[in-house]
């Protein structure tokens, strides 16, 4: 099992740069691969990005896709979401994800095993 812990939102201006960071705990973080969804007032979960083990494969959603940037770190056990050139339509809050066997359907949160608890990210026009 594996905790995951969100840090590094907040309030920025349009154009502007964040970094969130999700923090694992347990020692089997490198055996999970690892995802960023968000949810905007009133609308459904969406997926931003995700990145395999060994961070051998990364995707990302088309709308953040040239401005947003997914990394980990398994020595750190830190997955991060570097966000820049920041859009009003970008706040919602953010969440990191743990799966454990990657598959095609890595857009879809349901398949995805543990999730953490969400931060917060507010853009102002």
């Known amino acids: 099992q594996v905790q995951l812990v969100e840090s590094g939102g907040g309030l920025v201006q349009a154009g502007g740069s964040l970094r969130l960071s999700c923090a694992a705990s347990g020692r089997t973080f490198s055996r999970y691969n690892m995802a960023w969804f968000r949810r905007a007032p009133g609308k459904e979960r969406e997926f931003v990005a995700a990145i395999t083990r060994s961070s051998e494969n990364i995707y990302y959603a088309d709308s953040v896709k040239g401005r947003f940037a997914i990394s980990r770190d398994n020595v750190k056990n830190t997955v991060y979401l570097q966000m820049n050139s920041l859009k009003p339509e970008d706040t919602a809050v953010y969440y990191c994800?743990?799966?454990?066997?990657?598959?095609?359907?890595?857009?879809?949160?349901?398949?995805?095993?543990?999730w953490g608890q969400g931060t917060q990210v507010t853009v102002s026009s």
């Open positions: 994800a743990a799966l454990t066997f990657f598959s095609g359907s890595y857009q879809n949160p349901s398949i995805y095993d543990y």
